[in-house]
């Protein structure tokens, strides 16, 4: 069993940055493909990236391309999503999941453990 907890969301206005961080208890995740999604208020889920276990594929979904990094500190047990450029379309609770899937899937439904979110407003 993997808890996930995000941290670092809040408030800022269009063009700044923020870094959001997850970090796992429980089985550590070093196996784990690890996956931030987000969730706007009336729309559905969707995928924003994903990083593999080595740290060596990150799929971005094209609306963060260019301005949102992951990374991974495996000795840590965090992942990190770190956004620039924020525009209001941003706004959003952002969860933290992962899965022992090494396919690096883009579809949330793949993933076992999710954190609670955390919420990203960006002011226009």
């Known amino acids: 069993q993997v808890q996930l907890e995000e941290s670092g969301g809040g408030l800022v206005q269009a063009g700044g940055s923020l870094r959001l961080s997850c970090t796992a208890s429980?089985?550590?995740?070093?196996?784990?493909?690890l996956g931030w999604f987000r969730q706007a208020p009336g729309k559905e889920r969707e995928f924003v990236a994903a990083?593999?276990?080595?740290?060596?594929?990150?799929p971005y979904a094209d609306s963060v391309k260019g301005r949102f990094t992951i990374s991974r500190d495996n000795a840590e047990n965090t992942v990190h999503l770190q956004m620039n450029n924020l525009k209001p379309e941003d706004t959003a609770v952002y969860y933290c999941?992962?899965?022992?899937?090494?396919?690096?899937?883009?579809?949330?439904?793949?993933?076992?453990?999710w954190g609670q979110g955390t919420q990203v407003t960006v002011s226009s």
């Open positions: 999941a992962a899965t022992t899937s090494d396919l690096v899937p883009i579809g949330g439904s793949q993933y076992e453990y």
């Open positions: 990083i593999n276990w080595p740290g060596a594929f990150t």
């Open positions: 429980g089985r550590t995740f070093l196996r784990y493909t």
